[in-house]
C-alpha cells in the first residue's frame, strides 16, 4: 500500500520558517521524482518545488525562488521543503507527490499523492 504522510505544517508569523517532510512508502520511493504543492482557500492547486529522483535538479515556483529548499535523502523515503523568510500568501495546504517523470509533477499530475499538511503565516 502505498502512503505519502506530510508532517512539519503549523502557524507562523511572517518572516518565521518551517520545514515540512514527507515520508513515502510502498513503492521504489528512490526511483520517483517528487514535488511539494500548495492550495490556498479559494485557489486552485500549485507546484512549489520538484526535485529529481537522485536529488538534482530541482526546480521551483517564481514565488518561493531563494526562500525555500526543496531536498530528499533516499535512504530514509523522505523528502523534505524547508520554508524561509515565510510571508502570508505561502498559506495553504502544502501536498507532496511522487511519479516517474518530473514532467508530469511539472504539469501538475502525479501517480501518489498525501493527504496534506496545512501551513498558516500570519502577518
Known amino acids: 500500500q502505498v502512503q505519502l504522510v506530510e508532517s512539519g505544517g503549523g502557524s507562523v508569523q511572517a518572516g518565521g520558517s518551517l520545514r515540512l517532510s514527507c515520508v513515502a512508502s510502498?513503492?521504489?520511493?528512490?526511483?520517483?521524482?517528487m514535488g511539494w504543492f500548495r492550495q490556498a482557500p479559494g485557489k486552485e492547486r500549485e507546484g512549489v518545488a520538484y526535485?529529481?529522483?537522485?536529488?538534482?535538479?530541482?526546480y521551483y515556483a517564481d514565488s518561493v525562488k531563494g526562500r525555500f529548499t526543496i531536498s530528499r535523502d533516499n535512504a530514509k523515503n523522505t523528502l523534505y521543503l524547508q520554508m524561509n523568510s515565510l510571508k502570508p500568501e505561502d498559506t495553504g495546504v502544502y501536498y507532496c507527490?511522487?511519479?516517474?517523470?518530473?514532467?508530469?509533477?511539472?504539469?501538475?499530475?502525479?501517480?501518489?499523492w498525501g493527504q496534506g499538511t496545512q501551513v498558516t503565516v500570519s502577518s
Open positions: 526535485i529529481d529522483s537522485r536529488g538534482a535538479p530541482t
Open positions: 507527490a511522487a511519479d516517474p517523470s518530473v514532467y508530469k509533477l511539472w504539469a501538475g499530475s502525479g501517480r501518489y
Open positions: 510502498g513503492y521504489t520511493y528512490g526511483s520517483y521524482c
